[in-house]
């Protein structure tokens, strides 16, 4: 695994540049061709939402990633501007994402929940070009030692191999990937949500993009413990769990936590007995 795929005279050209790049307008012309083939009228607007989508989101990974590993860059505080060299944070570039989304939408009139709902699989296909070829290769985002033959070896100089030499490591980073790739299908293959409530596809990316990330965390390397033994990502996790599940119950009409009739007036309750 090599950061670097070729040098353009003295200038190197890296993996992780270039998956990043790859990412943020590969998925913003899947978006537009899947809004157009299911006939969504601001399919084009996709585009033009790449370069919002690109800032906000560049913006929100590194602040996160910077914030999650403070001990660290606080001592390097040069470093923190060094997105060339990886440490970006999914979970806060989709934060940064969702607030750039929520900017263009209401600048262009659109509806946020329709205009997300659209999306939802782009990102997907997003997150899993930077997960498979540029953390892979930039040797970012690893995973622990599988103890086996078993595992990525990664190039000298990465991240990887500073920390674990030339150990086989788990591949958490491709095995991300291809889940996210796998989800991206299934919300391609649930179709349009036109009909459905508005918001409804990204919820559905929200729930299960984050019980998968808090499962694949275990695998990971790189991910400092911060609190009960979890990481920053998984505490995240848990809480996108939380309110996209609770949001979804409410969409299907139910009301977790509501205390019953009765319990809120028991002497209703007992004239009815």
């Not at 509806?111 to 997003?126: I, N, S, Y």
């Not at 293959?189 to 993009?209: P, T």
């Not at 979890?230 to 205390?259: D, E, F, H, K, N």
Request: some cysteine; aromatic content about 14%.
């Amino acid at each position: 695994m090599h950061p670097f795929l070729f040098h353009v005279g003295a200038f190197p050209v890296r993996a992780y540049s270039l998956a990043i790049v790859s990412a943020i307008f590969g998925s913003a012309y899947f978006a537009g061709w899947l809004g157009r083939r299911r006939g969504v009228p601001w399919a084009d607007q996709y585009v033009d939402f790449a370069v919002w989508a690109a800032l906000g989101g560049l913006l929100g990974a590194r602040l996160w990633e910077v914030l999650s590993n403070w001990s660290y860059y606080r001592t390097a505080p040069r470093e923190i501007y060094a997105i060339w060299e990886g440490g970006l944070s999914i979970q806060g570039g989709v934060l940064g994402g969702l607030t750039a989304a929520w900017v263009f939408a209401r600048l262009g009139r659109i509806p946020l929940g329709r205009f997300l709902d659209g999306c939802a699989p782009a990102l997907l296909l997003g997150q899993a070009i930077g997960r498979l070829f540029g953390c892979t290769l930039n040797g970012d985002a690893y995973g622990k030692p599988t103890g086996t033959r078993f595992g990525i070896v990664h190039a000298p100089g990465t991240d990887a191999y500073l920390a674990y030499g030339p150990q086989p490591l788990w591949p958490a980073e491709v095995f991300e990937g291809i889940f996210d790739l796998v989800l991206m299908a299934v919300l391609v293959r649930l179709g349009s949500n036109e009909k459905g409530a508005a918001g409804h596809h990204f919820i559905l990316y929200a729930f299960f993009y984050s019980i998968g990330r808090f499962a694949l965390e275990f695998l990971r390397g790189d991910s400092p413990l911060i609190l009960a033994g979890l990481t920053a990502a998984q505490i995240g996790s848990l809480a996108v769990v939380t309110v996209s599940g609770y949001v979804l119950l409410r969409q299907r009409g139910i009301r977790p936590w509501r205390r019953s009739q009765s319990a809120v007036d028991p002497t209703q309750s007992s004239a009815t007995e």
